[in-house]
């Protein structure tokens, strides 16, 4: 009897489907894209300026430290907890005594307003390298939280309603009357000391 032979399955072209296959999957996937905090780097300064012109007045800047044990100082006032920051934030920025230990106020001229008295506060944030993410993240909140607040309080002044409800222009007024001067420091490691 004669053997029978069994016929393959011609295999080719099963290399060329996978590696369409792939490419298809390639091209049609969104991969997730993380999205960092949002910074405004300041200006680049006017070459003919003179350098001590540069150079911020000691009560305009506080500095909020974060060390290595995650615990917070604003000034030289340590921070019980996080959540105690966004008021000392808010009252160092707006000076609402016009106290002379905190940051001056500058009457500025706003296009669509009129004239406003800008605060010339910075926030000067330091961390140490042994700082936790979280307690890093946690201040970084509350000092935006601070600022969003203080916006908040002028856009229902200006204009009765919250500064999410108002329009892209009217935003950037308020953006102009309540600026987010929020300077960042290299991290420190003060455990090689």
């Known amino acids: 009897m004669a053997s029978k032979k069994t016929p393959e399955i011609n295999s080719s072209s ?15 996937t969104t991969m997730g894209s993380q999205t960092g905090l949002q910074r405004r780097l300041p200006p680049m300064p006017d070459p003919n300026q003179k350098q001590e012109d540069q150079k911020a007045k000691r009560r305009n800047i506080i500095i909020v430290k974060i060390n290595s044990a995650d615990r ?6 340590p921070i019980s907890d996080v959540r105690f920051l966004k008021d000392k934030i808010k009252e160092f920025i707006s000076n609402p005594s016009d106290s002379e230990t905190l940051p001056e106020k500058q009457e500025t001229e706003i296009e ?3 004239v406003a008295k800008v605060s010339k506060g910075v926030i000067s944030l330091q961390n140490d390298r042994g ?18 607040e203080l916006r908040d309080e002028f856009s229902m002044q200006w204009r009765g309603k919250k500064y999410a409800k108002l329009s892209e222009e009217e935003q950037e007024i308020v953006r102009k009357a309540v600026p987010q001067n ?4 290299e991290p420190k490691d003060v455990s090689k000391k």
Not at 131 to 148: D, F, G, P, R
């Open 14 to 28: 099963t290399a060329d489907i996978a590696f369409l296959l792939l490419c298809y999957f390639l091209m049609t």
């Open 72 to 77: 917070i100082f604003a000034g030289n006032e």
């Open 112 to 114: 669509g307003y009129g």
């Open 131 to 148: 700082t936790s993410y979280q307690a890093y993240i946690a201040v970084q909140n509350e000092l935006v939280k601070a600022v969003n």
């Open 182 to 185: 929020i300077s960042e420091a």
